[in-house]
């Protein structure tokens, strides 16, 4: 069975710096990747997607993340984060066989104004 | 606005009780896809539907079933329900490429 891990719990930082949130993956065929994040009290919402091509992915909100099919690892970037950052990440698998996603723990991001 | 639609958002209800939560998938979308989340197992796969066929299924307790209807909305229905059921279910229908597109979940305290 496919599992994600999330080695992040719990993040502080403080508002303009650099944001890195580590995703493993589990599984050894064809994955699709996501981020997906949640702001307190909402639904979760997609922050960007990998399904081939290009390993580095931006998505929304100065977002970005890189799959790196060597380290089975898929992990979330961006250069300055604000305080309206501040929310829980997701980093979820599926694959062709099945389609339901697995989700890692999440990351609740603090961002410090 | 995802699109998907869940009701009620919030319930409160007593432990035995059964109780019936309610998705609307986006227009266009086949599956729906049920999740719970809570603070000591995070997000935790249920159950898939796919045009009114299960799919897949994943951590779903045998007190609780679900289904789609031929309009394509689902019912997740819990009964026998514990203090431990209290969480946040959320509903989610995909598109073809996989993605998932999330309600905004129904809250469930049981008391």
């Known amino acids: 069975a496919q599992s994600v891990s999330q080695h992040n719990h719990h993040v502080i930082l403080s508002e303009a710096a650099s944001l890195e949130l580590g995703c493993n993956y589990s599984?050894?065929?064809?994955?699709?990747l996501f981020w997906y994040v949640q702001y307190p009290g909402q639904h979760l919402q997609l922050l960007l997607k990998?399904?081939?091509?290009?390993?580095l992915v931006k998505g929304i909100k100065g977002f970005e993340a890189e799959f790196i099919k060597s380290k089975f690892s898929f992990n979330l970037r961006k250069p300055s984060v604000q305080w309206s950052d501040t929310a829980e990440y997701f980093c979820a698998v599926s694959h062709t066989g099945r389609r339901a996603l697995t989700f890692g723990s999440g990351t609740r991001l603090q961002v410090q104004p | 606005d995802s699109g998907v639609t869940q009701t009620p958002k919030h319930l409160i209800t007593a432990t035995g009780q059964r109780v019936t939560l309610r998705c609307s998938p986006r227009s266009g979308d086949l599956s729906v896809y049920w999740y719970q989340q809570s603070l000591d197992q995070g997000l935790q796969f249920l159950i898939q539907?796919?045009?009114?066929?299960?799919?897949a299924k994943g951590n779903i307790l045998e007190r609780f079933s679900a289904q789609q209807f031929p309009d394509l909305h689902s019912e997740l229905n819990l009964s026998s329900l514990e203090l431990g059921d209290s969480a946040l279910y959320f509903c989610?229908?995909?598109?073809?490429?996989?993605?998932?597109?999330f309600g905004e979940g129904s809250r469930l305290t049981v008391l």
């Open positions: 539907y796919y045009n009114g066929e299960e799919r």
């Open positions: 989610a229908s995909s598109d073809y490429t996989g993605e998932l597109f």
């Open positions: 990998y399904f081939s091509g290009d390993p």
């Open positions: 599984y050894g065929g064809t994955v699709n």
